[in-house]
């Protein structure tokens, strides 16, 4: 069992001391969340600065004990006996790197071989989700978008470790920006047994999309569907204003919110056929990739008026992948079965 919490990064360290549900790993989003003293866990910070009041937001998953955290080579990890949660950071500069390969797609190829090489050896290589945050991800570098050369990098990876790159073992992902000057930064959810990959009838199958978006497909399902005992967790990527391939609405915030939150609809629909009809808009989890902060109360009001006023959600700034997207919106389910809870 996991359990997901939204808290403020002050209260992170206080979670963290609650032994009879301790922290599997986390995410710290934000300057203002400072150094967290010798985490036992996993702590991925984000380069990306929180919209709301507090200045600086985690997202933590909780579980029951006992707990493994470890290393391996640049992978930090700890898992329950289910699930492993990774963080990993890899420096562009400092990568080793054959000539003429830039180096984002030489850190991005690094740091998934090296998080293959980790998941393959410690017993749990089904990648449930991840979550990329890629420096300057609009940017150029060797006169090709940087979200391109990551793209690259990722799949030369999965190939080089014997992955396939699409239909169902490909995991759900986010992939958003961060600070220019921020190390590629990746953090997951891993599992020992497979997942279930979800695909959105809206959409092509983003490790379908046409070479318009770049030499290779990004490498991610619609959403992903994992069980553990009586639980299960829907991990719906990162959507956006996308139908089949094509961005709607470049303009519109509004329309784009909207349109964000049929192909969630879309998703749940999909997730609801294989036995979670549990989980709706209304509890969903979400966290909200916003380009303009101004555009905020727009995708908020919208996000509210089809989730309810209660919505839990997280909002930060960042760079969405592709450069007319202005908002991005991941969500997460989690839905216990009632006739697990009677046993
Ligand atoms: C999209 O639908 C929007 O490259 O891992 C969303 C989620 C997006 C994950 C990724 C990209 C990624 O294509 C962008």
Redo the contacts with the bound molecule.
């Keep these: 069992m996991l359990q997901l919490l939204h808290l403020p990064a002050s209260a992170l360290a206080q979670a963290a001391r609650d032994a009879s549900s301790p922290l599997l790993g986390a995410a710290c989003f934000g300057a203002g969340a400072g150094p967290i003293p010798h985490p036992l866990f996993p702590l991925a910070s984000v380069q990306v600065e929180p919209l709301a009041s507090e200045p600086a937001l985690c997202e933590a998953w909780s579980t029951q004990g006992p707990l493994q955290p470890g290393k391996t080579g640049c992978v930090h990890w700890c898992s329950n006996g289910d699930v492993l949660f990774a963080v990993l950071q890899v420096a562009e500069a400092v990568t080793a790197n054959a000539a003429g390969v830039p180096p984002l797609q030489a850190a991005s190829r690094a740091a998934y071989a090296d998080l293959f090489t980790a998941l393959d050896a410690l017993g749990y290589p089904h990648l449930l989700r991840?979550w990329?945050h890629v420096p300057d991800i609009n940017g150029e570098s060797a006169g090709v978008e940087r979200?391109r050369l990551f793209?690259i990098g990722r799949q030369d990876a999965f190939l080089a470790h014997g992955r396939t790159v699409s239909g169902a073992n490909v995991p759900a992902?986010?992939?958003l920006g961060a600070a220019a000057n921020a190390p590629l930064l990746v953090y997951c959810i891993a599992a020992r047994q497979p997942a279930v990959a979800i695909e959105n009838p809206r959409?092509l199958s983003?490790y379908h999309?046409p070479q318009d978006y770049g030499p290779r497909s990004?490498?991610?399902s619609r959403a992903s569907l994992a069980t553990f005992g009586p639980q299960h967790l829907l991990f719906i990527?990162?959507?956006?204003s996308?139908v089949g391939h094509r961005t709607l609405h470049a303009e519109d915030v509004a329309e784009q919110t909207r349109e964000t939150l049929r192909n969630v609809e879309a998703v749940l629909q999909q997730a609801h056929a294989k036995g979670v009809a549990g989980i709706g808009l209304a509890n969903l989890y979400y966290k909200v990739y916003v380009r303009h902060p101004a555009d905020w109360p727009v995708i908020r009001a919208e996000l509210q008026r089809a989730a309810g006023a209660a919505v839990h959600a997280i909002a930060l700034q960042a760079d969405?992948?592709?450069s007319d997207?202005l908002v991005?919106i991941e969500a997460t389910g989690l839905q216990t079965t009632n006739q697990d809870l009677r046993a």
């Design positions: 991840v990329n979200y793209n992902a986010s992939a959409q983003a999309y990004p490498t991610f990527s990162g959507t956006a996308i969405v992948c592709r997207l991005e």
